[in-house]
């Protein structure tokens, strides 16, 4: 029995995670993705430099989903997984190949399992991952919730349109998408999404992509989130 239990990475994350120093924002904004990985760790780069936003912002997505029906049985997608800061809380509570991941950078996902899941749950529950920047979701058979937690404060409304067009195409009636924005109006970026660029929009604007993809969408607003993101909850328009 002992040899099924290891502690892969667990050191070398404690190091990682204990210092909360960042380089200097100019040094790393405009390198491409994968470098700005390995310039500020796989936390960071997903906003969960400090221990608050990367256990608080996932133990909230999990007890939030928990709370909204989510149960063992059912096939759950994550939407820009990240570095699996929900997925540590997930991958162990859903049924083995139940879980299923996109995520647009390779390097997050490997720097999840190696450093932040724990024993060996990946090898028991069979997570099913994607990678790339195009939203294909031909990898899911179905799904019953998904989550894109902190996906579309990072997109322009036509990556979000994409997004929401192509989730629809492999919806359920039963699915449900629940999603996360900054609610504002303060000028966004200019230029294409970015992963550690922020763009906000109001209830408004969101009702409107989301209809024009084909869902039906319910505000949900305050679920107490760290960083003040609000929550969207959709379903297929019959
Ligand atoms: C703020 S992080 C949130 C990650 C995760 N949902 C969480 O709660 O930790 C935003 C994530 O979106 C990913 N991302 C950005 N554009 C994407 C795209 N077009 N397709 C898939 N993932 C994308 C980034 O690589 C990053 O991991």
Redesign the pocket.
């Known amino acids: 029995m002992a040899g099924r239990v290891f502690f892969h990475g667990a050191l070398a994350n404690m190091a990682n995670t204990q210092s909360n120093k960042m380089p200097p924002r100019e040094e790393w904004i405009d390198l491409p ?1 994968p470098e700005r990985i390995k310039a500020i760790g796989h936390r960071a ?4 430099q400090l221990p608050k936003m990367w256990y608080g ?2 133990r909230r ?1 999990y007890h939030f989903l928990v709370s909204q029906g989510l149960r063992s049985h059912h096939a759950f997608l ?6 699996l ?2 997925g540590q809380f997930l991958i162990p509570f859903l049924d083995e190949g139940n879980y299923y991941g ?4 390779p390097a ?1 996902v490997e720097a999840g399992l190696r450093e932040e899941i724990l024993f060996d749950i990946a090898e028991i529950k069979r997570p099913t991952f994607s990678h ?4 294909d979701f031909s990898f899911v058979p179905r799904f019953d919730i998904a989550m ?4 579309f ?3 322009t409304e036509e ?1 979000i349109q994409l ?1 929401l067009t192509n989730l629809r195409k492999v919806a359920v009636p039963d699915s449900q998408l629940f999603f996360t924005f900054f609610q504002g109006t303060f000028p966004n970026p200019d230029g294409p ?1 970015h ?1 550690n660029k922020g763009w906000q929009y109001t209830p408004e604007v969101m009702q409107s992509l989301v209809r024009d993809a084909g869902w039906d969408g319910d505000y949900i607003g305050n679920w107490g989130h760290e960083r003040k993101q609000v929550m969207m909850r959709v379903s297929p328009r019959a």
């Open positions: 993705a780069y997903v906003g969960g912002i996932g997505q994550d939407i820009a997984c990240g570095s800061r929900l996109l995520e647009a950078e997050l790339g920047y195009d939203f894109a937690q902190s996906l404060t990072h997109l990556d997004c999404s992963a």
